[in-house]
């Protein structure tokens, strides 16, 4: 039932490395679990599942064997559901044996990280519907909770999302303060394009239609319009020229995305994916009868 081929192929180098440091700091945060040592030995054994108690995306299940390598040979897990996909409500998809201890110090962090994940997955496939059909193209941004910025933007391109930038280095943008401090937008541009050859594709954030004219008009690949009314934005894109990419950004909403996409950008980023998605509601159930 696995389908891990996104996960592997994202989580490389700098992004595993952000990962695994994660997990360690999430099982540190929770500290000794003195109940279950006091209540458990060494050789109890336990069985769990995993089980969804709403319809939703399960995201994030090649996590949970990072997470149980930090209990070496204690826990064994198996997947009845296969990563990303749509389960109902009520369905198992994880199932564990092993050391008690084991299981229920890792409970919480393991539900955590699924239970944000799919969550983020459940809101980006409802923004992803609003807009099919379209050839618009959904972007996340970096609103994203300190620390978890690669697990959810992960999840967000699992449930058909594309990912903005992953850092600051991705991409130059200017935004609002980097133009203000350059003194406008061409000079902005000009400072970028002597400072880094080759110059990474520049992004502008525009205010007015008089800033969208004036970008425009640049060598840059995207301009933004940003916290625009939707009459101000169909007269920016019409601005601007078919050889450059066009993003809507500001206050998208799953009411609004729609209408936005009517408008025919490039894309449209909507920071609500990752900092207003609702944990999807998952629980762990452990059987701690001990064997016979």
């Given at each position: 039932?696995?389908?891990?081929?996104?996960?592997?192929?994202?989580?490389?180098?700098?992004?595993?490395?952000?990962?695994?440091?994660?997990?360690?700091?999430?099982?540190?945060?929770?500290?000794?679990?003195?109940?279950?040592?006091?209540?458990?030995t060494?050789?109890?054994?336990?069985?769990?599942?995993?089980?969804?108690?709403?319809?939703t995306?399960?995201?994030?299940?090649?996590?949970?064997?990072?997470?149980?390598?930090?209990?070496?040979?204690?826990?064994?897990?198996?997947?009845?559901?296969?990563e990303?996909?749509m389960?109902?409500?009520?369905?198992?998809?994880?199932?564990?044996?092993?050391?008690?201890?084991?299981?229920?110090?890792?409970?919480?962090?393991?539900?955590?990280?699924?239970?944000?994940?799919?969550?983020?997955?459940?809101?980006?496939?409802?923004?992803?519907?609003?807009?099919?059909?379209?050839?618009?193209?959904?972007?996340?941004?970096?609103?994203?909770?300190?620390?978890?910025?690669?697990?959810?933007?992960?999840a967000?391109?699992?449930?058909?999302g594309?990912?903005?930038?992953?850092?600051?280095?991705?991409?130059?943008?200017?935004?609002?303060?980097?133009?203000?401090?350059?003194?406008?937008?061409?000079?902005?541009?000009?400072?970028?394009?002597?400072?880094?050859?080759?110059?990474?594709?520049?992004?502008?954030?525009?205010?007015?239609?008089?800033?969208?004219?004036?970008?425009?008009?640049?060598?840059?690949?995207?301009i933004?319009?940003?916290?625009?009314?939707?009459?101000?934005?169909a007269?920016?894109?019409a601005?601007?020229?078919?050889?450059?990419?066009?993003?809507?950004?500001?206050?998208?909403?799953l009411?609004?995305?729609?209408?936005?996409?009517?408008?025919?950008?490039?894309?449209?980023?909507?920071?609500?994916?990752?900092?207003?998605?609702?944990?999807?509601?998952?629980?762990?159930?452990?059987?701690?009868?001990?064997?016979?």
């Amino acid at each position: 039932m696995e389908n891990h081929s996104l996960f592997h192929s994202f989580f490389q180098g700098r992004a595993m490395e952000y990962l695994e440091r994660l997990i360690d700091l999430a099982l540190e945060e929770d500290g000794r679990d003195l109940t279950s040592e006091a209540l458990f030995t060494e050789k109890d054994q336990a069985r769990a599942r995993i089980r969804a108690k709403q319809d939703t995306r399960i995201v994030g299940l090649p996590i949970i064997p990072l997470i149980l390598s930090r209990f070496p040979d204690a826990v064994r897990v198996s997947f009845s559901a296969a990563e990303g996909a749509m389960v109902s409500s009520g369905t198992y998809v994880a199932h564990f044996q092993g050391q008690a201890r084991a299981l229920l110090k890792a409970e919480r962090v393991i539900l955590n990280f699924i239970g944000r994940l799919s969550g983020i997955a459940n809101l980006t496939q409802a923004f992803c519907e609003r807009i099919a059909g379209t050839g618009v193209r959904l972007l996340d941004t970096r609103k994203t909770t300190p620390g978890l910025r690669y697990p959810e933007k992960y999840a967000v391109a699992l449930a058909g999302g594309a990912n903005h930038r992953l850092d600051l280095s991705e991409m130059l943008m200017l935004k609002d303060n980097h133009i203000d401090r350059a003194g406008g937008i061409t000079p902005a541009v000009r400072r970028l394009l002597a400072a880094y050859v080759p110059c990474p594709p520049i992004e502008v954030e525009c205010r007015t239609l008089e800033e969208v004219a004036e970008a425009a008009a640049l060598p840059i690949q995207r301009i933004m319009l940003d916290n625009m009314r939707p009459d101000e934005m169909a007269r920016a894109l019409a601005m601007i020229p078919q050889t450059m990419e066009t993003e809507i950004s500001g206050g998208v909403s799953l009411d609004t995305v729609a209408a936005l996409a009517a408008l025919r950008p490039t894309f449209i980023s909507a920071g609500a994916l990752t900092h207003s998605a609702a944990c999807a509601d998952l629980s762990m159930s452990i059987d701690l009868t001990p064997e016979t």
